[in-house]
């Protein structure tokens, strides 16, 4: 008899990976990169304070002059960084908002987007 | 059947200065335990930590204090007590720190720890005693504590221990 051993792995991907839009309605200075990760940090400490700040959080690709990311954070701590983005209402007193416009546990996943797909 | 469970921190607040035990107080200590959940946890730990919190049972004589917080967060607030530094009241700030004693589910058992600690540190008190006239204090105030005794005073049960 042959012994064999079942192996079952929820979420085994270590990092995942977010594509966000950062909305600024008015005309204003863009942030830079450096910029773009502290307001990150600031949304992940008002929400989950200091635990959420020290979050393992990379900003991968920034583009300012869409103000479009690429962010990877550890599994364990999607739920936290996403909640933190949603909340976040200002950016130096100016309202702004942060659109996630795709996620996935894989980099590769990101390139290709069904959304805006051209038929 | 399906109720809300509770988690019951016994914790001590232990300070270097004399001048401390007066500002303990329900008030003051549990605003200081949320200034601390809300620094380390944010605004959503403090809103989970805040659903069932409150300073159960204090006694400034000895700096013993009991949380007590819905057993879904007891874990982010025993994270957040080392973070409490100091206790301020009246425009008085006094360097502390809080040391977890016991974590219960209800008053009853960290009751039952708390008679046995309070026997275990008085014996230790006795050990420690430099000369012959603490001695002889701590050895009459230990053999003259009693329960019936005081009838104002037999609720004090987590202090003294009844029949020594």
Known sequence: ?119 | MVRFKNRYVLCEVVSEEPRCRRCIEDRTLGLAVRDAIARVHGDYGLACCSISFTVKYLNAYTGTVLLRCRKDSYRLLCSALPFVRYLESRAQRYPCFLNTLHVGGTVRTCQKFLIQYNRTQLLRLLQNCTNEEERQCIQKSLLSCSLTEEQSQSGDEEEEDGTE
């Open chain 1, 1 to 119: 008899a042959a012994a064999f051993e079942r192996r079952v792995l929820r979420c085994a991907a270590e990092h995942h990976y977010l594509r966000v839009r950062l909305e600024l309605p008015d005309g204003g200075a863009r942030p830079n990169a450096a910029q773009f990760k502290q307001l990150v940090v600031t949304a992940l400490r008002e929400l989950h304070g200091e635990v959420g700040a020290a979050l393992p959080v990379d900003v991968l690709t920034y583009e300012e002059k869409t103000l479009s990311a690429i962010l990877r954070v550890i599994s364990s701590g999607l739920v936290k960084l996403w909640s933190a983005l949603t909340l976040l209402g200002f950016y130096q007193n100016r309202r702004c908002a942060f659109r996630v416009l795709q996620t996935s546990p894989f980099l590769l996943a990101l390139s290709g987007n069904s959304r805006e797909l051209v038929l």
